[in-house]
């Protein structure tokens, strides 16, 4: 199985290219099969991984930033990979 985790942050105002900068260099303590950054308008930055195993195994995330850097709580989500497929819903 492979798991998507994802950690969203809204950075405090004016602090968008420091919370990008951070989470672009915040090195995990071993690496995941894939990594990507993303960013959005409202200087929000998302950073998700990918890992071999199972859904509930535990993986090193990204932690929080410093308060000041943050407009708000981070974010955390985590996603099992079905493949290129959407599965049909079921009948009824």
Same mark, same amino acid.
């Given at each position: 199985m492979t798991v998507a985790l994802m950690w969203e942050a809204k950075a405090a #105002? $004016? +602090?968008g290219g420091e919370l990008l900068a951070w989470a672009g260099a915040y %090195?995990?303590?071993y690496a995941p099969l894939r990594r990507e950054l993303f960013r959005a308008p $409202? =200087?929000?930055v998302l950073v998700i991984t990918w890992?071999? $195993?199972p859904y509930d195994a535990d +993986?090193? %995330?990204l932690p =929080? #930033? *410093?308060p000041d850097?943050? *407009?708000r709580p981070v974010h955390r989500w985590r996603f099992e990979a079905l493949g290129e497929e959407i599965p %049909? #819903? #079921?009948e009824g």
């Open positions: #105002p $004016g +602090r %090195e995990l303590p $409202g =200087d929000r890992w071999h $195993g +993986r090193p %995330e =929080d #930033p *410093a850097l943050i *407009a %049909e #819903p #079921p």
